[in-house]
């Protein structure tokens, strides 16, 4: 049996679609006027990639999804840990500005787009910049008015975000279509992937929004019992104390080749696409591309800008 083969039958999915390739494509329309999608409707779908515990593997997650999806349509990935990015370093750019220079009130959002590769760009989180990683209200409500002006001109947008359960982090999750929840086998990790469930909840619900939960991706794992023993647990915690239905979309094994791709400011996808990582990771992508065919994305800065709003607008007694 291939190692492809393997690789599938161990995730017990199906065979990935064909898709269409490198087709360009085509510059979409003002959202906000499409007369049957709806005022808060697009076609850019966004996906944030999260963990409660640092380290999970987010950045590698993110490099290499970025790296699957342009191939699907023209993606953008923000580097949402912010003040301590280094989504950059795995496209190997070196970008001018960033989102430092737009909360100094030096450049607009669409100012700081880098381009990565084909068919990818890419928002800059800036480093070495404490004070980022704690933006007011406001600044929130800003980044995500910039990012209605970009959004429409993608397809896929994809989330680095930082790790741990602040209010800025959880809201970077809590405005996207979908968000990957990382863990890995380590207890640590899963202890802290089932407090993010709680503090993700607890948040969308005092926004007043019922919101899918995360989908569970178990990295690192040292083989398949490993990552279904993990994601039973987690799916028990939460149903116990959430009294919710976790989803895990697949697993990745633990993989040398990470970490040598990523010293040479790659992808592992890129750097080493017939790795068992690489592999795992287009199966993944697959299972999540599936998930969000035939929706229309309800625009991320939209909801960021629309719920950092909500939160500094002081509520009638
Ligand atoms: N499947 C894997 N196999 C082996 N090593 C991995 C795997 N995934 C990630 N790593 C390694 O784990 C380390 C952390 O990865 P990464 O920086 O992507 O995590 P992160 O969650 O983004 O961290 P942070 O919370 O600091 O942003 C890196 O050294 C990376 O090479
Ligand atoms: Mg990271």
């Known amino acids: 049996m291939g190692r492809w083969d393997h690789t599938r039958q161990l995730l017990r999915i199906g065979r990935p679609a064909e898709t269409g390739g490198d087709a360009p494509v085509e510059p979409f329309d003002d959202w906000s006027r499409g007369p049957d999608r709806g005022p808060r409707s697009m076609r850019c779908r966004s996906i944030c ?27 953008l990935l923000l580097d949402a840990d912010l003040g301590c990015a280094n989504a950059h370093i795995f496209h190997d750019v070196h970008p001018d500005h960033s989102f430092a220079d737009v909360i100094a009130g030096d450049r607009e959002v669409h ?10 760009d890419l928002l800059p989180g800036g480093s070495g910049v404490g004070r980022l990683a704690g933006l007011q209200e406001y600044e929130l409500e800003m980044i995500g008015r910039g990012l209605t002006r970009v959004e429409p001109l993608y397809a896929y947008l994809l989330v680095d975000s930082a790790a741990g359960l602040s209010r800025q982090t959880v809201a970077f999750a809590a405005a996207c279509d ?19 469930l709680k503090v993700f909840t607890r948040q ?11 989908l569970l991706v178990v990295n690192r794992a040292a083989n398949a ?3 279904s023993q993990v994601g039973a647990r987690l799916q028990e915690v939460t149903r116990k104390f959430l009294d919710r239905r976790l989803e895990v979309l697949g697993w990745l094994p633990e993989d040398r080749a990470v970490f040598r791709s990523t010293q040479q400011r790659q992808s592992v ?3 080493e696409p017939d790795s068992p990582v690489a592999q ?3 199966l993944v992508a697959t299972k999540l591309e599936e998930r969000l065919q035939g929706e229309d994305g309800a625009g ?3 909801r960021l800008e629309a719920m950092s709003t909500r939160e500094r607008t002081p509520r009638r007694a």
């Open 111 to 120: 100012e700081i787009v880098t381009a990565c590769a084909p068919d990818l």
């Open 280 to 282: 795992a990771l287009e």
């Open 300 to 302: 991320m800065g939209a």
């Open 269 to 271: 996808v890129a750097g």
């Open 178 to 196: 979908q968000t990957l929840l990382v863990t890995t086998p380590d207890v640590t990790a899963m202890t802290d992937a089932y407090a993010f």
């Open 204 to 214: 969308c619900e005092a926004l007043g929004e019922r919101r899918a939960l995360p």
């Open 225 to 227: 019992d490993e990552a």
């Open 49 to 75: 990639i999260a963990s409660g515990k640092g380290g999970t593997g987010k950045s590698s997650i993110t490099a290499s999804l970025a790296d699957l999806f342009r191939h699907k349509g023209r993606a």
